[in-house]
């Protein structure tokens, strides 16, 4: 079923906007003109893709870095744990960023879904 759920003056030129349609928390993404719809968490820890970032057609979770496909809603990689920078003084605290990447490692990354997006005029369409 075809539902409006933008116009296509809302969605900036390569940029991102959450939605919610049918409850369903979705993202249009804007590449180069062409508009894309997926899911609006990420498939590693659940973290807002609105907030992160596209190039071209990859869009980039700001949580661990995790690129998603929006053309095939495909998981690209696996996450990137973030530098600490300097480390603390406390001994459990030194070895955080360590643990952190340990227990990534172990949490599996799913692909995303996407849905079918169709310009009517000047709505944009999802197909839910």
């Known amino acids: 079923m075809w539902i409006e759920v933008a116009k296509n003056n809302e969605l ?3 940029g991102l906007k959450a939605i919610t349609a049918k409850g369903k928390e979705i993202v249009l993404c804007n590449c180069d003109g062409q508009i894309f719809a997926i ?3 990420c498939g ?3 973290a ?3 907030m ?3 190039d071209g057609h990859y869009v980039t ?3 661990h870095h995790v690129q998603f496909d929006v053309r095939t809603g495909e998981a690209l990689n696996r996450p990137v744990p973030h530098y600490f920078g300097e480390q603390p003084e406390q001994e459990i605290l030194n070895n955080f960023p360590n643990w952190i990447a340990n227990l990534m490692g172990h949490i599996r990354t799913c692909d995303i879904k996407t849905y079918g997006v169709k310009i009517d005029g000047e709505s944009v369409k999802i197909d839910l």
């Open 12 to 14: 900036a030129h390569n």
């Open 39 to 41: 899911d609006r968490r």
């Open 44 to 46: 590693h820890m659940s």
């Open 48 to 50: 807002p893709l609105e």
């Open 52 to 54: 992160g970032t596209l």
């Open 61 to 63: 979770c700001p949580m």
